[in-house]
């Protein structure tokens, strides 16, 4: 690739761009400051831009207005809160209980809100930073607001010369995580007598849960640019790759057979060989795409993958020749995986030429509350003592108060960055806090170790101004995917900004100790005040699962009676399925990194997940091949399996929520599915015969379900006895 094709690839990555607004943003106060000889305005600046940058979200062009001046409002307050109430312990503990309380409550209204509500409380810590030091109460504050007014300026430029650039970047993130998951599951096409297919559904379900994550992003970053979830103007067409994106991945996420048995019966054929090479085609096929989305340019399909669906489909033809009775049955299935790569060829050759695919419904399903009205009603639904973000925010409210406390009883000059640390760190579960205190602690000691030679190497002021400004756009560039690394950058802009005040040597002691103390209030926070063991939880998420699924299926047996329609209900299914397994999938992770006596059983947890990822891979196919069917007596059959299965599923869910009864024992044969799809295995209709194919398999897998159900119930009720003895 040629220097500039490298250049232009690097410009494109979210993470350099993103950098390189920083930069002009931290260039845009430093050098005002160093050019007016005014050293002590440069710490109240950069950190205005630092929380800014925090508390800003993807949006349009109004939706950044109306952030922006949301966000300087809310800055106004607790800085001048601050300010006011500094002087009167009293009265701050009181104010930083209840603004606490209100900020992280503010999050129930949406993601922006969750931001802005982080931002306004970093923004006071960083005002109780230099509040011994502010010589009046409105310096402090126009210096914060005045770097957090200048990003926002940046930021509002930079994303209007590029507007389109986020939606690009998001649609690229998930054909790479599509790629990823078509790679992972050719590995269930490898012809091996002895498959194990436990192992690959793990990371199945893994890896659909980044998949789900990534669209779930993208489908955000569509809806800032809409109107009430309608699409127009030139982000239209990123919508309808968009929804190919999402068909390709419900045909990827889908199962027609137990992999295991073909593995078995087609061990000495080449056929699962095919299946994989179309596979790894389609993968690479996808992480093309992902780079031409990345790069603005004009999207070529290969021929690599026609050519394997070819080569594909004259070794199915061979064996069919073969005319092997015992083949028969499961050269219907292997059909039918053949057809659904072949629609996901089709639907990755459209993706230049999307509006070829023609959709039922394209509108978003909007969630957002656009009216103080449904504001406040989300904000009120919060007021529980059920609600994750209520115990949070009291969490967090107590964290910050006992904070101040110990900085009032000792008299900590600098205690300040207890506060910021307790802040950072203290995240809404256990795992989640667990893994900030680690990188925290780490980042602020390599920080330390580094920065102090630094200031030693480098006393100069501009040398000093010049590393402060490399350390704040390292800490961004690091902060999603290395907090450690950015807290080590963090850091060493800290001690160079107190360097700046003739103080760099002497807060290297109390921003360690501090560090310290904060993660330690952190974690005591998360584990003795109102904490969220994800084992508590499992149930009802294990519960949510089974019944998105459960709906998800009911959709699409109603098409299979009025025909394929992807319309906004039959979507939301579909997507609330995927988010389900995919919670499952996070929770499951969560409570491994628990302490022990509030785990599970991660083997029953892990089969759980297997089989429900699986049953939702069971499911997808029926989504998949969805089509009218002609044939009343079929479809009558079709109904009667669909209202036993979804009648013992709500029972499993039942079991697992708050029924207490042991159920067993319940007989799962309302009638006899196997007799009755035997009946029409050999009829002509291959639609009808995939349908009851799919029904089958999702009927066997119910009464190891129901057994876990029971299982996790019990054990889930021992642990409650435990812990109340």
Known sequence: MSILGQLRLQWANKTFNYSVLIL?????????????????????????????????????????????????????????????????PWLFAIGLFLSTLVFVL????????????????????????????????????????????????????????????PVQQSLSNVFNELSLYLDAKRNLFHPTRDLIPQPHRLKEASLNACTVFALNEC????????????????????????????????????????????????????????????????????????????LGNEYSHSNDSLVALVELQDSIEYLQQQNV???????????????????????????????????????LDDTNAHTPLAMWRRVKSAFSLDSMLLRHAIRLACALTLGYGIIQFFDLERGYWILLTTLFVCQPNYSATRKKLTARIAGTIVGLLVGVPLLTLFPST????????????????????????????????????????????????????????????????????????????????????????RLYLMQIIGQYRVGKKDDLAYRIARRDAHNADANLSKAISNMLAEPDRYQLPADECFRFLTLNHALLSYISAL????????????????????????????????????????????????????????????????????????????????????????????TNSLEDKATES
């Open 24 to 88: 002009f943003a931290l260039l845009g106060v430093v050098i005002p400051a160093w050019y007016l000889d005014q050293q002590t305005w440069v710490t109240p600046l950069i950190l205005g831009v630092i929380a800014a940058a925090l508390a800003e979200s993807d949006e349009s062009f109004t939706g950044r207005i109306k952030a922006l001046v949301i966000t300087l409002i809310c800055f106004a307050i607790a800085s001048f809160s601050i300010e006011l109430l500094f002087d009167t």
């Open 106 to 165: 503010l999050g129930a209204i949406g993601p922006r809100y969750t931001s802005i509500a982080f931002g306004s409380l970093l923004v006071a810590i960083y005002t109780m930073l230099g509040a011994h030091e502010s010589t009046n109460l409105w310096m402090q504050p126009a210096l914060l607001l005045g770097g957090a007014s200048w990003y926002y300026l940046v930021s509002i430029m930079w994303n209007s010369v590029w507007p389109l650039q």
């Open 219 to 294: 489908k955000t970053t569509l809806l800032n640019r809409s109107k009430r979830g309608h699409v127009d103007g030139p982000s239209d067409r990123f919508l309808q790759v968009y929804f190919i994106a999402q068909d390709i991945h419900e045909r990827v996420s889908s199962s027609h057979y137990r992999y295991q048995e073909l593995a078995t019966q087609f061990s000495h054929s080449d056929v699962l060989f095919r299946f994989k090479h179309l596979l790894e085609m389609q993968s690479k096929a996808c992480k093309e795409i992902a780079l031409a989305l990345k």
């Open 325 to 363: 009775e015992e083949w028969k049955p499961l050269l219907l299935q292997i059909q039918y995986l053949f057809n659904n790569l072949a629609t996901v060829e089709k639907l990755l050759s459209n993706v230049n030429n999307p509006d070829i695919i023609s959709h039922d419904d394209s509108v």
């Open 462 to 549: 501009e040398s000093q101004l010049v590393l402060l400004v490399i350390s704040g756009v390292m800490f961004f560039a690091f902060r999603i995917n290395n907090y450690g690394y950015a807290t080590g950058f963090i850091t060493i802009l800290v001690l160079l900004c107190f360097d700046q005040l003739g103080e760099g040597y002497a807060v290297v002691l109390p921003r360690l100790m501090d560090t310290l103390i904060g993660c330690a209030l952190a974690v005591c926070a998360v584990y003795f005040i109102l904490p969220d063991w994800e084992s508590k939880r499992i149930s009802k998420i294990m519960t949510n699962a089974l019944k998105t699924n």
């Open 623 to 714: 989504g998949a091949h969805r089509q009218r069917l002609e044939d009343e007596s079929i479809h009558l059959l079709v109904l009667e399996a669909h209202r036993s299965i979804n009648q013992h599923i709500e029972v499993i869910e039942a079991n697992l929520g708050d029924n207490l009864e042991d159920i067993t024992h319940t007989t799962v044969d309302q009638f006899d599915i196997h007799r009755r799809l035997s009946e029409w295995r050999d009829e002509d209709d291959r639609s009808a015969r995939m349908v009851l194919q799919q029904l089958h398999l999702i009927y066997r897998m119910l009464p190891e379900f129901q057994t876990l159900s029971s299982s996790l119930k019990r």
